[in-house]
Nanobody
């Protein structure tokens, strides 16, 4: 069993930066690949970024490549999403999720979910 708790969301102006954190509890955290998804009000939840269990492989949605960076600190059981050059269209609830493999990145592949943290980017 893995519990995930996101933090770090807030209000930021366009062009600004935020760093989201996802704190995990559970002995098996290090065996999971981790992912971030986002969901804007009234819209579907979409993949943002993922990192494998070791931190050596990452994957990004085209819309955030070059602006967002995912990382993990296994010792701290934490995954981060550094978000730079934020745009109003990045406004959404951001969710952390755990998946058995970085090649399994569809919503239905996620084994555990956090409750989300809200990011609002003003123009």
């Amino acid at each position: 069993q893995v519990q995930l708790v996101e933090s770090g969301g807030g209000l930021v102006q366009a062009g600004g930066s935020l760093r989201l954190s996802c704190a995990a509890s559970g002995r098996t955290f290090s065996s999971y690949a981790m992912a971030w998804f986002r969901q804007a009000p009234g819209k579907e939840r979409f993949f943002v970024a993922a990192i494998d269990w070791s931190g050596s492989a990452t994957s990004y949605a085209d819309s955030v490549k070059g602006r967002f960076t995912i990382s993990r600190d296994i010792a701290k059981n934490t995954v981060y999403l550094q978000m730079n050059s934020l745009k109003p269209e990045d406004t959404a609830n951001y969710y952390c999720a755990a998946t058995p493999s970085i090649i399994s990145l569809k919503l239905e592949h996620m084994r555990y979910w956090g409750k989300g943290t809200l990011v609002t980017v003003s123009s």
